[in-house]
Every structure is written in structure tokens, then in C-alpha cells.
């Protein structure tokens, strides 16, 4: 069984490894990242926003639906383990103090 | 020095006076430089996230250099609470408003109808209002993990 799960995750492995030979190089400005909505970003945002950092107005601005759900999973996952986790204080304590 | 000798013989054990002035000292800045951080997002590398995180942090240090009670003498578990979920209120409230206002979701230059700052001020002025948000959201919710976690649910004893 331990033999059949190495296998599975190298042939995974290799079949990631062989996909990543197929994206474009490091930084290259004519890969299709950088030609379609880059491109707007760098040259627009100021005007648009006001905003001289660009990447605050990608995430407040551009992506704020991503931005507004990641503050929400983080506010769940507190929430989560707050409730879970916190309990009262039991009653042969409360008598004590 | 009688002074300094009779603080000493209270602390118990695990606790230095050294490291407890140290960060009495040190809480102010770090909070100050957390809302530096979350208000100069505009300008420089920072935002909410950040900010709120070196926010938390700075109750986090208290907990662990004094403890646990004492760093919730400064924020009680209830006000946490409170501005975690205002927190999370702001961001979604702000992107509910601009619907509200005709605009579409999360575009605030719809807010310009509430309040005439132009399309986009109202762009900038909405990033800000939200990154006010997420560091109350992130503030808040650092802090109750280590509390909840570091006291073993009861938030009586802390680390």
C-alpha cells in the first residue's frame, strides 16, 4: 500500500513537473499575465484611484470581492475557534474566587 | 532599590522584571506603528492585514510578558468582540452601501452620492474605509486565538 502511495505521488509529481515546462519564463513581458490586465493596472490605477501604491488598489479596489472574503474567512475561522474552544467557568471555581 | 527588590519578590516564576519595563515601554510604539501601518497603506508597502496582525501582536506581548489578565485589562474579551465583528461590519457594510446607492457591489465611487468627494476620491477614501475594517477584523481575531488557545478556553490563565 506505502509502495502504491509513492507511486501515485510521483507520477502526480512528474505529470506537475512536466505541465510547469510549458509556462512562460520568469518575468517575461509578453506572457499573457502581463499583456492583458497588467498592463491596465500599472497604467490606470493612479488616475483611477488616487492611490500611488499599486498593489493596495488592486486588493482594495480591482480584487475587493477577494480582499472582502478573505477578511471574511478569517473572521469565520475565529469565530470558529472562539466558540469551539472557550468555555465557562465552572461553578466549584466560581465559588472559590 | 528597596522599591525595585520588593516588585522582584512578587513576580512569579517565569516572569523578569527586565523584560516586563521593556515592554511596558515598547506597547505604545508598536501599536502606534500597527495604525501607521494600516493608515500610510496608500502611500507604502502595509495595509489592513498588516497592520492588523502587528496590532494583535502587540496584545499578544503583553500576554506573554505579564499575563493573561493583564493584557485583557487593556482590551476586554467583550469590546474584542465587538470590534472584530464591527470589523467585518465596515467591509461588507461599505460594499452593501455602494449597492444601496446605485452603484454595483464593492464600487465605491457610488458612494459619491452619500457624500460629494468626486468619483475618485471616493475610490481612495473607499480603500481606506475598508482597510479600517480588515485591521479591526484581523486585530481582533489575533488576539482572541492566542487568548482562547494560551489559556486553555477559559481565559482566566494564560501562558
Keep these: ?97 | 532599590m528597596k522599591l525595585l527588590q520588593e516588585r522582584t519578590a512578587k513576580l512569579r516564576v517565569g516572569e523578569s522584571l527586565i523584560i516586563q519595563t521593556a515592554v511596558r515601554i515598547m506597547v505604545p510604539f508598536i501599536q502606534l506603528f500597527g495604525l501607521y501601518v494600516i493608515v500610510h497603506g496608500h502611500y507604502s508597502p502595509g495595509g489592513g492585514f498588516q497592520g492588523g496582525v502587528v496590532l494583535g501582536a502587540s496584545f499578544v506581548l503583553l500576554a506573554l510578558a505579564f499575563d493573561q489578565k493583564f493584557s485583557m485589562k487593556y482590551m476586554s474579551e467583550k469590546a474584542n468582540g465587538v470590534l472584530g465583528n464591527v470589523g467585518a461590519l465596515i467591509y461588507t457594510g461599505t460594499a452593501a452601501l455602494c449597492a444601496i446607492f446605485g452603484g454595483l457591489f464593492l464600487d465605491y465611487s457610488a458612494l459619491d452620492k452619500l457624500i460629494p468627494l468626486g468619483p475618485v476620491g471616493w475610490r481612495s477614501f473607499g480603500i481606506f474605509i475598508v482597510e479600517v475594517g480588515v485591521g479591526l477584523a484581523v486585530m481582533s481575531i489575533m488576539a482572541a486565538l492566542f487568548w482562547v488557545l494560551g489559556s486553555n478556553g477559559d481565559m482566566e490563565e494564560g501562558l
Design chain 1, 1 to 97: 500500500m506505502k509502495a502504491l502511495a509513492l507511486l501515485t505521488t510521483l507520477i502526480t509529481g512528474a505529470i506537475l513537473l512536466y505541465g510547469t515546462m510549458d509556462f512562460p519564463a520568469f518575468g517575461d513581458p509578453q506572457s499573457p499575465a502581463a499583456i492583458h490586465l497588467s498592463a491596465y493596472f500599472i497604467e490606470e490605477a493612479v488616475h483611477e484611484t488616487h492611490v500611488p501604491n499599486l498593489v493596495t488598489a488592486v486588493l482594495g479596489d480591482y480584487r475587493g470581492y477577494d480582499t472582502m472574503f478573505e477578511t471574511v474567512v478569517i473572521y469565520c475561522a475565529g469565530l470558529a475557534v472562539v466558540s469551539v474552544l472557550r468555555k465557562k467557568r465552572s461553578k466549584t471555581q466560581e465559588n472559590k474566587s
